[in-house]
């Protein structure tokens, strides 16, 4: 449909001298139309039609005549976010804010008709390769099909804990995958309509997916700054991009597979080679939204669209494959692969003397590692068969191996290469003591992992066997090497070097570097990387991130990158998700040695075991005021950092689920289910027993983090902990309970049990997420499940054998054989009088929202103590009580705002320390009318501080204008979803212009 704004249109055919841009770049055209951000732009699929979407609420169609082009807009409700075409161009799809799906002729532009279903704004739409289907992701955290040859029925699937920010189908139409915030991507096998796969590796939201024409790879952008590229039959990582700055918004594919393209609010597009991931070109492209995916590839000829000028203008450039593809390597890429091995042991068993000798270091006498020890064990430099250098870093990772770590260990046991398992060669009485846990432990670990584990080869070391030989007969040992799946068994002494040299090259040929993801970096980041680890060598514990960029600064005045501040950032996060600094959610501070939060958390597990009443239970004031902290763990920190520690501490067993928090009678209490020692039912004795679950993991972590979700779902409230047994009240009546026993190291037994009050329909719902529990996180294969058949009058059990007999027979009971009362062998469904629904989703969504607001309560304790202000709300007094009603909210998320109240003035001071600004407008005056506030305003978005938002109170009128560009949150009507996008703006820093 051609309307009025036709002439509005326009083509510039620009001389390239007049345009920046690096070699095989030569601009053709710039296309400007649109009235506001554009957020995506498409190619038909015979090339001669690109389509826009925009926040102006348009789609605009460009035709391509020779050398011009027409625009033709197509008016929508809202902001549209996403388009596609279909495989023949007869129809676009695009998706808008207002919950809708719009199709539209491809060759007119009128439209055909809206899709309605979703209940969130639409991010992202996608056709099915046959051109049947049209996928389709949203806010409201589900994918849609819809099916074209049906009326276009929707059929919803859910697989996600957030938004769904992008939907891509495989070129041969069986997969569609969707990558959502929830740092995620499935896999959906369309043949049979169910998620078969899930990608984990982003560190961050993941924003945009791509795959290659051949359909072998997946790329992912993210907000972690990275692209990575996934095997997409093996589900593996296979490379990592690194190089961008900022959040990277779109991947692209060429056509023909040769290049990837990628966009990040960094202000640039970088060309990829994807035979060797080399860098090829950097496109200078400044942008303003940070929700945009402006970049696609022309399907026959080489050209490339991309954004400019605000994201309002389209760019249209010619690339030359031969300057492109034809470089030679350049040493700005910097190619390497890291490996990380780890030593796992009780404590005591030698593993920290194995450890020096290993990286190189003279061995002397240690006592207990506490937290985790990090040494560089290899780091050499081949050349690769075509030319390229790539580097190989190998990282030795010792853990501590008393009890009050295994609860923490466990969260460090990811993309393991090499894993040495050792025992004491001297212990008489349990020599092998430990062996069982920690093979367990890291075979969970993978399975955790899932499809993205990495090969992992397993050694079982004997330590210490200089002192008196190896105490355990060979064939026990050759037994247990076999039944374990060791792939060697070593016997050393650190001290005499016994065996040292073949361990440390079993290492080396134990790590598979070809199944290890290749990095493409650049120089400057080693160096960077490089600096950090000679900070943490020479033993600074937490820092600023600014006074790091400083003393950067000063060691090293050679650099002099006009972004080195956000590459040093950008370098800060790369250590951060390996595990090597942390970065505390507060103050900006840098935690150098996180070993740190380890042995604190060791300190108040141990704690609370030995709590005086048996109650694992420790008071939250006692804990930030570093009461149970040991003497060792408190040098060389003074009491500042020290509560910060504590804080980031506590935030992290609440995030893993460790530990509830729940009031007490002078405040919140932290407490810790598995460290119950006060006595319990006993299983013999436990009336009500009904089901036994069997399982092998790492059972303690287990077993608590299933009695901190039951805790927090809204339909189970915790009544009464003991040792190894917890009961729960269900809300609509009965008692349901959970006892635990170890059978063995790694093996646990979780008995259910209930009262008379608990209905067959609430013992099926909480006996279902246990099994859905146990099934997540324990060994798969491991899991087994058995009815215990018990009279309701006497008590007596009625053996396996009899039940299996009877069933056998037909029968569906059998009377008591001591009191002749009726027993029921009905089990599982069969005993439901009317279907009842699984309610696991239900308890998984209270469970992390409870778990999600007790995180935000300490990074808010951390943000209070550090004066760091999340927001400046600007707003005037007639709006004060909506306005407070927000900030409320805004804590509850972990976010600090801080209410400058109406009758002061906004100073330079005020902002000095303010990460973002966010206007509310109401029924008062709208506050920027105040020309010394603009100016400073101006002012503080002009530096790239932060984002800029205006917020929509009750009694804005519906009509008021707001400045283009700007970020708006519409709170009119008071939903939470409102204050959740405020939020997600706040702290997602974006950089935007302020307009009048």
């Given at each position: 449909?051609?309307?009025?704004?036709?002439?509005?249109?326009?083509?510039?055919?620009?001389?390239?001298?007049?345009?920046?841009?690096?070699?095989?770049?030569?601009?053709?055209?710039?296309?400007?139309?649109?009235?506001?951000?554009?957020?995506?732009?498409?190619?038909?699929?015979?090339?001669?039609?690109?389509?826009?979407?925009?926040?102006?609420?348009?789609?605009?169609?460009?035709?391509?005549?020779?050398?011009?082009?027409?625009?033709?807009?197509?008016?929508?409700?809202?902001?549209?976010?996403?388009?596609?075409?279909?495989?023949?161009?007869?129809?676009?799809?695009?998706?808008?804010?207002?919950?809708?799906?719009?199709?539209?002729?491809?060759?007119?532009?009128?439209?055909?008709?809206?899709?309605?279903?979703?209940?969130?704004?639409?991010?992202?739409?996608?056709?099915?390769?046959?051109?049947?289907?049209?996928?389709?992701?949203?806010?409201?955290?589900?994918?849609?099909?819809?099916?074209?040859?049906?009326?276009?029925?929707?059929?919803?699937?859910?697989?996600?804990?957030?938004?769904?920010?992008?939907?891509?189908?495989?070129?041969?139409?069986?997969?569609?995958?969707?990558?959502?915030?929830?740092?995620?991507?499935?896999?959906?096998?369309?043949?049979?309509?169910?998620?078969?796969?899930?990608?984990?590796?982003?560190?961050?939201?993941?924003?945009?997916?791509?795959?290659?024409?051949?359909?072998?790879?997946?790329?992912?952008?993210?907000?972690?700054?990275?692209?990575?590229?996934?095997?997409?039959?093996?589900?593996?990582?296979?490379?990592?991009?690194?190089?961008?700055?900022?959040?990277?918004?779109?991947?692209?594919?060429?056509?023909?597979?040769?290049?990837?393209?990628?966009?990040?609010?960094?202000?640039?597009?970088?060309?990829?080679?994807?035979?060797?991931?080399?860098?090829?070109?950097?496109?200078?492209?400044?942008?303003?939204?940070?929700?945009?995916?402006?970049?696609?590839?022309?399907?026959?000829?080489?050209?490339?669209?991309?954004?400019?000028?605000?994201d309002r203008t389209i760019r249209i450039w010619h690339l030359d494959d031969v300057t492109l593809l034809g470089a030679n390597f350049t040493t700005e890429t910097w190619h390497y692969r890291n490996a990380k091995v780890v030593l796992v042991g009780d404590t005591g068993v030698g593993k920290s003397g194995l450890g020096l000798v290993l990286s190189g270091r003279p061995f002397v006498r240690t006592g207990s590692t506490?937290?985790?020890?990090?040494?560089?064990?290899?780091?050499?430099?081949?050349?690769?068969?075509?030319?390229?250098?790539?580097?190989?870093?190998?990282?030795?990772?010792?853990?501590?191996?008393?009890?009050?770590?295994?609860?923490?260990?466990?969260?460090?046991?990811?993309?393991?290469?090499?894993?040495?398992?050792?025992?004491?060669?001297?212990?008489?009485?349990?020599?092998?003591?430990?062996?069982?846990?920690?093979?367990?432990?890291?075979?969970?670990?993978?399975?955790?992992?899932?499809?993205?584990?990495?090969?992992?080869?397993?050694?079982?070391?004997?330590?210490?066997?200089?002192?008196?030989?190896?105490?355990?007969?060979?064939?026990?040992?050759?037994?247990?090497?076999?039944?374990?799946?060791?792939?060697?068994?070593?016997?050393?002494?650190?001290?005499?070097?016994?065996?040292?040299?073949?361990?440390?090259?079993?290492?080396?040929?134990?790590?598979?570097?070809?199944?290890?993801?290749?990095?493409?970096?650049?120089?400057?980041?080693?160096?960077?990387?490089?600096?950090?680890?000679?900070?943490?060598?020479?033993?600074?514990?937490?820092?600023?991130t600014d006074d790091l960029f400083r003393l950067f600064c000063q060691t090293h005045p050679h650099q002099s990158a006009g972004d080195l501040q956000a590459r040093f950032e950008t370098a800060l996060s790369r250590m951060e998700n390996r595990g090597l600094v942390r970065k505390l959610r507060f103050g900006s501070y840098v935690l150098l040695q996180p070993e740190l939060l380890d042995a604190y958390a060791s300190d108040?597990?141990?704690?609370?075991?030995?709590?005086?009443?048996?109650?694992?239970?420790?008071?939250?004031?006692?804990?930030?005021?570093?009461?149970?902290?040991?003497?060792?763990?408190?040098?060389?920190?003074?009491?500042?950092?020290?509560?910060?520690?504590?804080?980031?501490?506590?935030?992290?067993?609440?995030?893993?689920?460790?530990?509830?928090?729940?009031?007490?009678?002078?405040?919140?209490?932290?407490?810790?289910?598995?460290?119950?020692?006060?006595?319990?039912?006993?299983?013999?004795?436990?009336?009500?027993?009904?089901?036994?679950?069997?399982?092998?993991?790492?059972?303690?972590?287990?077993?608590?983090?299933?009695?901190?979700?039951?805790?927090?779902?809204?339909?189970?409230?915790?009544?009464?902990?003991?040792?190894?047994?917890?009961?729960?009240?269900?809300?609509?009546?009965?008692?349901?309970?959970?006892?635990?026993?170890?059978?063995?190291?790694?093996?646990?037994?979780?008995?259910l049990f209930y009262d008379e009050a608990a209905s067959e329909a609430t013992r099926y719902q909480f006996e279902d997420y246990v099994a859905v529990h146990l099934e997540r996180r324990a060994l798969p294969g491991s899991v087994t499940r058995e009815r215990l058949f018990i009279c309701d009058h006497c008590r007596v059990p009625v053996t396996a054998q009899q039940v299996t007999a009877r069933r056998g027979r037909g029968?569906?009971?059998?009377?008591?054989?001591?009191?002749?009362?009726?027993?029921?062998?009905?089990?599982?469904?069969?005993?439901?009088?009317?279907?009842?629904?699984?309610?696991?989703?239900?308890?998984?969504?209270?469970?992390?929202?409870?778990?999600?607001?007790?995180?935000?309560?300490?990074?808010?304790?951390?943000?209070?103590?550090?004066?760091?202000?999340?927001?400046?709300?600007?707003?005037?007094?007639?709006?004060?009580?909506?306005?407070?009603?927000?900030?409320?909210?805004?804590?509850?998320?972990?976010?600090?705002?801080?209410?400058?109240?109406?009758?002061?003035?906004?100073?330079?001071?005020?902002?000095?320390?303010?990460?973002?600004?966010?206007?509310?407008?109401?029924?008062?005056?709208?506050?920027?009318?105040?020309?010394?506030?603009?100016?400073?305003?101006?002012?503080?978005?002009?530096?790239?501080?932060?984002?800029?938002?205006?917020?929509?109170?009750?009694?804005?009128?519906?009509?008021?204008?707001?400045?283009?560009?700007?970020?708006?949150?519409?709170?009119?009507?008071?939903?939470?979803?409102?204050?959740?996008?405020?939020?997600?703006?706040?702290?997602?820093?974006?950089?935007?212009?302020?307009?009048?």
């Amino acid at each position: 449909m051609i309307d009025q704004h036709l002439e509005e249109a326009q083509v510039i055919t620009v001389p390239v001298s007049l345009e920046t841009a690096p070699d095989g770049f030569a601009l053709r055209h710039k296309l400007r139309g649109h009235h506001n951000i554009i957020y995506e732009i498409a190619w038909s699929p015979d090339g001669r039609t690109l389509a826009s979407v925009s926040a102006d609420r348009t789609a605009r169609l460009w035709r391509l005549h020779g050398d011009q082009m027409v625009g033709i807009p197509v008016s929508h409700a809202d902001y549209v976010f996403c388009v596609a075409w279909s495989p023949d161009g007869r129809l676009l799809a695009t998706g808008a804010n207002d919950e809708t799906i719009r199709l539209t002729n491809g060759r007119t532009g009128e439209p055909i008709r809206d899709l309605t279903g979703h209940t969130g704004p639409i991010y992202s739409v996608a056709w099915s390769p046959d051109g049947r289907v049209l996928a389709s992701g949203s806010f409201d955290r589900t994918i849609r099909l819809w099916d074209s040859a049906n009326e276009w029925a929707s059929q919803e699937f859910s697989g996600h804990q957030d938004w769904i920010m992008s939907v891509a189908w495989s070129p041969d139409g069986h997969i569609l995958a969707a990558a959502s915030r929830d740092k995620t991507i499935s896999f959906w096998d369309m043949r049979q309509g169910k998620l078969f796969r899930k990608l984990r590796g982003h560190f961050d939201i993941i924003n945009h997916i791509a795959w290659s024409p051949d359909g072998a790879l997946l790329a992912s952008a993210s907000d972690d700054m990275t692209v990575r590229l996934w095997d997409a039959a093996a589900g593996r990582l296979q490379a990592v991009l690194e190089g961008h700055t900022d959040l990277v918004l779109c991947v692209r594919f060429s056509p023909d597979g040769a290049l990837l393209a990628s966009k990040s609010r960094d202000g640039t597009v970088r060309l990829w080679r994807c035979d060797t991931w080399e860098l090829v070109a950097t496109l200078e492209e400044p942008l303003k939204s940070d929700f945009n995916t402006g970049l696609s590839f022309h399907p026959q000829m080489p050209l490339l669209a991309t954004l400019g000028a605000g994201d309002r203008t389209i760019r249209i450039w010619h690339l030359d494959d031969v300057t492109l593809l034809g470089a030679n390597f350049t040493t700005e890429t910097w190619h390497y692969r890291n490996a990380k091995v780890v030593l796992v042991g009780d404590t005591g068993v030698g593993k920290s003397g194995l450890g020096l000798v290993l990286s190189g270091r003279p061995f002397v006498r240690t006592g207990s590692t506490h937290g985790c020890k990090v040494w560089t064990f290899d780091n050499e430099t081949i050349t690769l068969p075509d030319g390229r250098q790539e580097t190989r870093e190998t990282l030795l990772w010792d853990l501590a191996g008393q009890p009050g770590y295994r609860l923490t260990n466990q969260l460090h046991l990811n993309e393991v290469a090499v894993a040495l398992v050792v025992f004491d060669a001297n212990n008489e009485v349990e020599p092998l003591a430990g062996v069982r846990h920690w093979d367990r432990a890291l075979r969970q670990a993978a399975h955790r992992q899932g499809d993205a584990a990495l090969p992992m080869t397993k050694y079982l070391v004997a330590a210490r066997a200089d002192i008196s030989g190896v105490s355990v007969w060979h064939s026990r040992l050759r037994s247990l090497v076999r039944e374990m799946g060791f792939d060697g068994y070593f016997e050393t002494s650190a001290k005499e070097g016994w065996q040292i040299p073949e361990l440390r090259d079993a290492i080396r040929q134990g790590i598979d570097w070809e199944s290890r993801p290749h990095v493409s970096s650049n120089e400057l980041f080693q160096s960077i990387k490089q600096f950090f680890i000679e900070q943490k060598k020479g033993g600074h514990i937490l820092s600023t991130t600014d006074d790091l960029f400083r003393l950067f600064c000063q060691t090293h005045p050679h650099q002099s990158a006009g972004d080195l501040q956000a590459r040093f950032e950008t370098a800060l996060s790369r250590m951060e998700n390996r595990g090597l600094v942390r970065k505390l959610r507060f103050g900006s501070y840098v935690l150098l040695q996180p070993e740190l939060l380890d042995a604190y958390a060791s300190d108040l597990v141990n704690a609370a075991q030995n709590s005086a009443d048996g109650l694992g239970t420790l008071p939250e004031t006692e804990v930030l005021n570093g009461r149970y902290l040991t003497p060792t763990h408190t040098n060389h920190v003074n009491p500042q950092q020290q509560k910060l520690l504590l804080i980031a501490t506590v935030e992290e067993l609440i995030r893993h689920e460790i530990i509830l928090k729940e009031p007490g009678e002078t405040g919140a209490d932290l407490i810790f289910p598995s460290k119950f020692t006060r006595p319990g039912p006993t299983v013999p004795d436990v009336p009500g027993k009904t089901i036994r679950f069997t399982f092998e993991g790492s059972v303690r972590n287990i077993y608590a983090v299933l009695t901190v979700r039951l805790a927090h779902s809204h339909l189970f409230e915790k009544k009464e902990m003991w040792q190894n047994a917890a009961t729960f009240t269900a809300t609509v009546g009965g008692v349901c309970g959970l006892h635990l026993r170890e059978l063995e190291e790694g093996m646990g037994e979780l008995t259910l049990f209930y009262d008379e009050a608990a209905s067959e329909a609430t013992r099926y719902q909480f006996e279902d997420y246990v099994a859905v529990h146990l099934e997540r996180r324990a060994l798969p294969g491991s899991v087994t499940r058995e009815r215990l058949f018990i009279c309701d009058h006497c008590r007596v059990p009625v053996t396996a054998q009899q039940v299996t007999a009877r069933r056998g027979r037909g029968l569906k009971q059998m009377n008591c054989p001591v009191c002749d009362h009726p027993i029921s062998l009905l089990d599982g469904r069969e005993r439901l009088a009317q279907p009842v629904t699984s309610v696991v989703a239900e308890i998984d969504e209270a469970a992390d929202a409870r778990r999600d607001r007790d995180v935000a309560e300490l990074i808010l304790k951390g943000k209070v103590t550090t004066n760091d202000y999340d927001v400046f709300l600007c707003y005037n007094d007639a709006d004060a009580t909506a306005v407070k009603v927000i900030a409320d909210q805004l804590r509850e998320r972990g976010v600090l705002p801080w209410l400058l109240p109406p009758t002061q003035t906004v100073t330079a001071d005020t902002l000095a320390h303010i990460r973002s600004v966010a206007i509310c407008v109401g029924r008062g005056k709208v506050p920027w009318r105040d020309n010394e506030t603009v100016k400073l305003l101006q002012h503080f978005v002009s530096q790239g501080i932060g984002p800029f938002i205006i917020v929509a109170l009750p009694g804005c009128p519906d009509g008021m204008h707001f400045p283009d560009g700007i970020l708006q949150v519409n709170w009119r009507g008071q939903e939470a979803a409102g204050v959740d996008m405020l939020a997600s703006f706040i702290q997602a820093k974006p950089k935007y212009e302020l307009e009048k």
